[in-house]
T-cell receptor, first 111, second 119 residues
Framework: QKEVEQNSGPLSVPEGAIASLNCTYS??????FFWYRQYSGKSPELIMS????GDKEDGRFTAQLNKASQYVSLLIRDSQPSDSATYLC???????????FGKGTKLSVIP | GAVVSQHPSWVICKSGTSVKIECRSL??????MFWYRQFPKQSLMLMAT?????????EQGVEKDKFLINHASLTLSTLTVTSAHPEDSSFYIC???????????????FGSGTRLTVV
């Protein structure tokens, strides 16, 4: 069974610090990975997608993928209180359009 | 970017009645849409995959006769919760992917969700 694991948190970081969110996956066939942010009572919104080993940067966000270790991470630089949310990691396998979601990590950025 | 519109945002219905939720892709065609359910403090659980012009594919444990899915066009999928019961109260979210989007950061776009409360 395909699984995506995340530490549920909560993860608390002070404003301006780097928040590091981690995710592991069990399906070696997974090829595409996504990080979503979900505010309480709202639907998820896409932050980053990553398909290749290495880092991918977009503004304050950096996604990292290590397929050998089956590990995906999201770094948030200069964390802001508005970044406080639950972050969902998701992966999809080869030839599959379905996403498998982790349970999410709740991030709190303390002013 | 890809936009998915979902209605209604919230609905309260009486036990035993049916509720229809609509999901529309506004600026792209979606041959496939996904329906999720999320209980409080839980992650998204895929209920079914909606395919335009064919029957939906339901995940194990999801009653297809209770959760009716219709995907009659390339931009519209509907989920009908039939004979709703209080345990069906949840946050229902649809999702679609624009396969024509630039690969750089494409992903699955979610609708705004429908909070269903069955009393």
């Amino acid at each position: 069974q395909k699984e995506v694991e995340q530490n549920s948190g909560p993860l608390s970081v002070p404003e301006g610090a780097i928040a590091s969110l981690n995710c592991t996956y069990s399906d070696r066939g997974s090829q595409s990975f996504f990080w979503y942010r979900q505010y309480s009572g709202k639907s998820p919104e896409l932050i980053m997608s990553i398909y290749s080993n290495g880092d991918k940067e977009d503004g304050r966000f950096t996604a990292q993928l290590n397929k050998a270790s089956q590990y995906v991470s999201l770094l948030i630089r200069d964390s802001q209180p508005s970044d406080s949310a639950t972050y969902l990691c998701a992966g999809s396998g080869a030839g599959s359009y379905q996403l498998t979601f982790g349970k999410g990590t709740k991030l709190s950025v303390i002013p | 970017g890809a936009v998915v519109s979902q209605h209604p945002s919230w609905v309260i219905c009486k036990s035993g009645t049916s509720v229809k939720i609509e999901c529309r892709s506004l600026d792209f065609q979606a041959t496939t849409m996904f329906w999720y359910r999320q209980f409080p403090k839980q992650s998204l659980m895929l209920m079914a995959t909606s395919n335009e012009g064919s029957k939906a594919t339901y995940e194990q444990g999801v009653e297809k006769d209770k959760f009716l899915i219709n995907h009659a066009s390339l931009t519209l999928s509907t989920l009908t919760v039939t004979s709703a019961h209080p345990e069906d109260s949840s946050f229902y979210i649809c999702s679609a992917r624009d396969f024509g989007a630039v690969r750089a950061n494409y992903g699955y776009t979610f609708g705004s969700g429908t909070r269903l409360t069955v009393v």
